[in-house]
């Protein structure tokens, strides 16, 4: 059986409306030509990858930030985003890897808990070829991955119609004390960490994308087409 294809979208470091933008073009396609033609072949959808270009504070579905929380956040200089995703607060920011698989979960043969084990995967693969052995996911609420009681990959996601958004960010050289105004996913008691700290060399977001895609292909069994400029 042919291997299911998504476009494979690199952004580099662009402001995280930017990313939010061609997902929703992204979506609106795949809703468009879901059981139609309009998606050649095997093809299911599209894995959007980015690095944030400035410090951006995110709420899901469930909240997170009061009014005075959102200003005192504002007035540190970053930018506050209400998403759609599930989960609570979390920031994004420079050094860090987005990862927003727009994709049709039934191509896939995956329900939307497999599709989050499956981001979970990715990111403990990824950890383990990094030399990072003792990564590993935690049932809800603690959604993500973790070395210990230092989260290093937030998970959050949306599901509409069987087709996916948003999906993972990994710390690869972010600066950590983002974290520190406000409670991450809002578990309270838990760290954060970075692949750079935790293997004390600076790793870039470049760097770490080749063995990313690697894990990617790995644990989803599908094929990346490159595009070099977004649709």
């Not at 579905?61 to 959102?70: F, N, S, V």
């Not at 981001?119 to 070829?129: D, G, N, P």
Request: glycine share 12%; net charge positive; charged share 20%.
């Amino acid at each position: 059986m042919q291997q299911p294809a998504l476009r494979l979208v690199r952004l580099g470091r662009v402001p995280y409306t930017e990313l939010l933008g061609l997902q929703d073009r992204w979506l609106r396609r795949l809703q468009t030509e879901l059981g139609t033609e309009g998606l050649s072949g095997t093809e299911a959808g599209a894995l959007l990858l980015c690095e944030p270009a400035g410090p951006v504070y995110t709420t899901g579905l469930r909240g997170g930030l009061t009014p005075e929380e959102t200003a005192r956040l504002q007035a540190l200089g970053a930018e506050v985003r209400v998403t759609g995703r599930g989960g609570l607060a979390t920031f994004h920011g420079p050094g860090q890897l987005l990862c927003h698989p727009v994709l049709d979960l039934r191509r896939f043969g995956l329900r939307l808990r497999k599709h989050v084990a499956a981001l979970e995967a990715c990111a403990v693969r990824l950890c383990e070829l990094q030399g990072l052995q003792g990564a590993r996911a935690r049932p809800p609420p603690y959604t993500g991955v973790w070395l210990d009681e230092r989260k290093i990959c937030a998970i959050g996601v949306r599901c509409g119609r069987h087709i996916t958004s948003h999906g993972l960010a990994l710390n690869c050289s972010t600066d950590l004390t983002w974290f520190e105004h406000i409670v991450p996913c809002g578990l309270v008691g838990t760290g954060v960490t970075s692949l750079s700290k935790e293997l004390q060399t600076h790793i870039t977001v470049d760097e770490i994308m080749p063995p990313f895609l690697v894990a990617f292909k790995e644990i989803y069994k599908c094929t990346l087409i490159s595009e070099d400029s977004p649709s």
